[in-house]
């Protein structure tokens, strides 16, 4: 499974953008997707992740009420929009593939990872 992400840019705070994360592959609804980002000296958190029908979703709590992770298996793509972004929301963010149960929150459980989109909100 190959991912790409996309959609990153610079935005003012309080503004909103989609993050899209394009995949190949006929298995794409057996995968999890999560996303996960990595600010500066910090380490890679989990940001949101969609089960593979689209059916259950988890966020996490510093961008729950905020973000909203999609998916659309016929264009084998999952998207994030982003809305009332912060400062703090500044970072890389990846897409990954992973086929747990359940929606893991922790990135040695996915198996294939995107090149990352930049994401940088000024205030």
């Known amino acids: ?4 992400a996309s959609g ?6 309080g ?10 592959g006929r298995t ?9 980002r990595q600010a500066p000296g910090k380490e890679r958190e989990f940001v949101s992740g969609v089960s593979g029908n689209g059916g259950v979703t988890h966020y996490a709590d510093s961008v729950k009420g905020r973000f909203t992770i999609s998916r659309d298996n016929a264009k084998n793509t999952v998207y994030l929009q982003m809305s009332m972004l912060e400062p703090e929301d500044t970072a890389l963010y990846y897409c990954a593939a992973g086929q ?3 929606i893991a929150t922790t990135a040695r459980y996915y ?7 930049l994401v940088t909100v000024s205030s």
């Open 1 to 4: 499974v190959q991912l790409q």
């Open 8 to 13: 990153g840019g610079v935005v003012q705070a």
């Open 15 to 24: 503004g909103s953008l989609r993050l899209s994360c394009a995949t190949s």
């Open 28 to 36: 794409f609804s057996s995968y999890i997707i999560g996303w996960f």
């Open 100 to 102: 747990t149960i359940l």
């Open 111 to 117: 198996n294939y990872w995107g090149q990352g989109t």
